[in-house]
C-alpha cells in the first residue's frame, strides 16, 4: 500500500468560482493531522498482515504433514505387526511340529512293545524279574 489511499477531488481544485456561484469551501477538507497520523498507523498495521495466498498455503501444509504424520506411523505399526505375525507363525510351526513329534511317540508307545520297555527301563527304572541290577557310581 505505497500509494496513497486518500482521494483528491481534482474537479473542484481546477474549477473557477462562476459568479452566479457563492465561495463555499470546498466540501472535500483536507484530513486532520491526527487523521492522517492514525490513518499511517492503519496502512502500517496492514504492511504486517499476511496475504489470504500465504494463510490457505500454510493451512495446506499443516494438513499435508499431519497426513504424512498420520501415514508413516500407520506404516510403521503395519510393520510392526507383521515381524510379530512372523514370529507367532514361526512359533505356532515348531509346536506344531513338537506335537506330531508326539502323537508319533505316544502311537509307539501304545503299539510297539519294544518302546513300552525301552521307556519303562528309562524313566521308571524298571527291570524284568530274571535280571540282575549291578548300581555303578
Not at 504492511?47 to 504424520?69: G, Q
Not at 505387526?81 to 514370529?87: M, S, V
Amino acid at each position: 500500500m505505497a500509494a496513497n489511499p486518500y482521494w483528491t477531488d481534482a474537479r473542484l481544485a481546477t474549477q473557477q468560482p462562476s459568479a452566479r456561484a457563492l465561495t463555499l469551501p470546498s466540501p472535500v477538507a483536507p484530513p486532520a493531522v491526527e487523521t492522517i497520523v492514525g490513518a499511517h498507523t492503519a496502512v502500517r498495521r496492514r504492511e504486517l498482515a499476511l496475504p489470504s495466498w500465504v494463510v490457505f498455503c500454510m493451512i495446506m501444509l499443516a494438513t499435508f504433514a499431519v497426513c504424512v504424520t498420520v501415514t508413516i506411523r500407520t506404516h510403521a505399526g503395519m510393520g510392526a505387526a507383521e515381524k510379530k505375525f512372523e514370529q507367532v507363525s514361526t512359533h505356532v510351526e515348531m509346536i506344531k511340529s513338537d506335537n506330531a513329534i508326539l502323537r508319533e511317540r505316544v502311537e509307539r508307545l501304545r503299539k510297539d512293545p519294544r518302546a513300552i520297555e525301552a521307556t519303562a527301563r528309562e524313566r521308571m527304572n524298571m527291570v524284568r524279574p530274571n535280571e540282575v541290577v549291578i548300581p555303578l557310581e
